[in-house]
Nanobody, 127 residues
Framework: QVQLVESGGGWVQAGGSLRLSCAVS????????MGWFRQAPGKEREFVAA????????FYAGSVKGRFTISRDDAKSTVYLQMNSLKPEDTAVYYCAANGETAFSGRYRSRFEYDSWGQGTQVTVSS
C-alpha cells in the first residue's frame, strides 16, 4: 500500500518561500501521476499543481502559476512543491496525491483522479 507523507509546511510572511516535500513509500512512483491540492478552512479542496508520470508535463492552477513549481525525484520517491512569492490567500493545508492504482483519464486537476493521499501539511502566510 502506498503511503504519502508531506513535510515542509510552516509559517511564512507574505513574499516568502517554502518548499513542500512528499515522500512516498510502499511503491516506486516512476509510473505515478502526482499532484498537490490544498484546502483552506470552510472551502473545498482545490487543485494546485500536478506532474505527469514521466515528468515531462506539469499543470498549475491559475492562482499559483508563475509562483509555484512542482517537480519529482523518482530515485528518492519524492515530489516537491516549491512555493515562491507566497500570499496570505495561499494559507491552507496542502495535500500530496498520487494516481498509480487506478486508470488515469488525464484530468490532472480533478481530485477524483487520485487514489492515494497524504495527511497534509499546514502552510500559513501572514500579511
Amino acid at each position: 500500500q502506498v503511503q504519502l507523507v508531506e513535510s515542509g509546511g510552516g509559517w511564512v510572511q507574505a513574499g516568502g518561500s517554502l518548499r513542500l516535500s512528499c515522500a512516498v513509500s510502499g511503491r516506486t512512483i516512476s509510473r505515478y501521476t502526482m499532484g498537490w491540492f490544498r484546502q483552506a478552512p470552510g472551502k473545498e479542496r482545490e487543485f494546485v499543481a500536478a506532474i505527469s508520470w514521466s515528468g515531462s508535463s506539469t499543470f498549475y492552477a491559475g492562482s499559483v502559476k508563475g509562483r509555484f513549481t512542482i517537480s519529482r525525484d523518482d530515485a528518492k520517491s519524492t515530489v516537491y512543491l516549491q512555493m515562491n512569492s507566497l500570499k496570505p490567500e495561499d494559507t491552507a493545508v496542502y495535500y500530496c496525491a498520487a494516481n498509480g492504482e487506478t486508470a488515469f483519464s488525464g484530468r490532472y486537476r480533478s481530485r477524483f483522479e487520485y487514489d492515494s493521499w497524504g495527511q497534509g501539511t499546514q502552510v500559513t502566510v501572514s500579511s
